[in-house]
């Protein structure tokens, strides 16, 4: 299972702004994604609902994983979109 640790930069956290853009993100592979928190359980990255639900915040650590081994590039970008702003995606 290919897992990326990431950390959110979002001056605001994973408002319903940023959450949307990443859950979009998340949608448009072809892979499932989940999103948790380093000490927490998964939820769906595709779900906007959901990840509003972990209250991430700005510098908290997550692990973006999937259950698909091809998923790598798909994991790494969306690490990536953690490291901006996303609210103007």
């Known amino acids: 299972m290919p897992e990326r640790h990431a950390t959110v930069l979002c ?8 959450a949307a853009a990443f859950a ?3 949608a448009e592979t072809s892979h ?3 999103i948790r928190r380093t000490d927490g359980n ?3 990255g595709s779900s906007t609902l959901m990840l ?8 908290e650590q997550v692990v973006l994983a999937s259950d698909d081994e091809s998923a790598g ?5 969306l690490a990536a ?3 901006t702003e996303l609210d103007g995606q």
């Open 11 to 18: 001056s605001q956290g994973l408002h319903a702004r940023p």
């Open 24 to 26: 979009r993100a998340a």
């Open 32 to 34: 499932r994604i989940t």
């Open 42 to 44: 998964p939820v769906s």
């Open 52 to 59: 509003m639900s972990l209250g991430l915040k700005e510098g």
């Open 73 to 77: 590039p798909a994991l790494d970008h």
């Open 81 to 83: 979109l953690l490291a």
